[in-house]
């Protein structure tokens, strides 16, 4: 189950406003800002919505590894080609040692 902090930071990263949160999974946003306020804690069904809803857009939650629980975007197709696009330019290789 998702967090309010991974929830917030979620829509930040996939640049969603609370409202389009509600509208885009049917929860009012209302309880989107009283669970990302840490104000009441809303039931597994709603956190699984939202957290389906944040997905949809890009996002990816990180459970808790150690390291503590987080959220990323993903990358889109357009995104992974271009970075394939830049790793096999080639070109000279240099040493990777620094003195």
Known sequence: MITGAQCRAARALVEWT?????????V???IIEEFERRISLP????CDTL???????????????GGGIGVRL????????RIGVLENEGGIVGIDAVP
């Open 18 to 26: 609370r409202e389009k949160l509600a509208s885009n999974s049917g």
């Open 28 to 30: 009012d946003a209302l």
């Open 43 to 46: 039931g597994k069904d709603v």
């Open 51 to 65: 957290q389906t809803a944040l997905e949809n857009a890009g996002a990816v939650f990180i459970a808790e590894n």
């Open 74 to 81: 993903k990358l889109n197709r357009s995104e992974v080609k």
